[in-house]
């Protein structure tokens, strides 16, 4: 990998892990192959994010409008859910890594609610990596509970501003995206983190998620390494590169 200032490093990547079905369907398997291959591309991602140095890695597990896929299909995802939270837990919490999940969980079954809520509290003064997986989570639903919470306090309409609507948002104690990656060729955000993405520098890459390796993480992080981020100001005009060959 090229050297790159730790200076210029994304604190925080948020992955949209897309492709799993084409990569099945490619090779004549069955959907369920390509969900267990997207799940050691996710355990390849997140090693390959801590030993980078990005603090936060933030993966789109399932959303809310997954809920519409086959139900076979569900049990699968939710039978790879489990096994991923069995032979994880004690191996994120060895190499310093903290699992949290935001979304909904009354729409989960009881015993991986247990078990999501166990590794986080196995987990939560880990500090080398913040892991948070996005299940049943949908951008909008997170935005529209923000306000529900902010209207249930009594707070004044003209109290509310930007700051206050982050500070509600289920991911109100991490920083926002600087980079978010999509696999399998797809160009859209897809209802994940509307609201922190207002600023993020995009990848996307045309390689499906069960073939993404830290190669593809490395390629990434160093295109943001070389992007100048202006947050709506302007090219001061000159031109210092971000990334060290």
């Known amino acids: 990998m090229a050297t790159i200032d730790p200076e210029t490093l994304p604190t925080h990547v948020a992955v ?25 591309a996710a355990r390849r991602a997140t090693r390959a994010a801590a030993e980078i140095g990005v603090k936060y890695l933030t993966l789109f597990g399932f959303s809310n409008e997954n809920w519409s896929r086959p139900k076979a299909e569900i049990f699968d995802l939710m039978g790879l859910l489990r096994v991923y939270l069995r032979a994880e837990a004690a191996d994120l919490h060895k190499n310093g890594i903290r699992l949290r999940v935001i979304g909904r969980r009354d729409r989960l079954d009881s015993d991986i609610v247990e ?7 196995l987990t939560v003064d880990n500090t080398k990596l913040i892991l948070t997986i996005a299940l049943d989570y949908g951008g ?33 104690d991490m920083p926002e ?21 207002a600023y993020t520098e995009f990848f996307f890459s045309d390689v499906l998620w069960p073939d993404f390796n830290r190669d593809h993480m490395e390629q990434a992080v160093i295109e943001y390494a ?12 000159t031109d210092t590169l971000k990334q060290t060959l």
Do not use: Y
């Open 16 to 40: 949209i892990m897309d492709g799993n079905g084409r990569w099945a369907k490619t090779r004549g398997l069955p959907r369920t192959a390509g969900h267990k291959q997207g799940l050691e």
């Open 115 to 121: 078990m999501i809520e166990n590794t986080e509290k």
């Open 140 to 172: 909008r639903q997170d935005i529209a509970e923000a306000l529900r919470r902010i209207v249930a306090k009594g707070i004044a309409a003209d109290q509310i501003n930007e700051d206050l609507i982050s500070a509600h948002l289920m991911t109100a």
């Open 177 to 197: 995206p600087d980079l978010l990656i999509r696999t399998s060729g797809e160009e859209r955000i897809s209802n994940f983190l509307l609201w922190q993405c």
């Open 226 to 237: 070389c992007r100048q981020r202006r947050f709506g100001g302007v090219d001061d005009g």
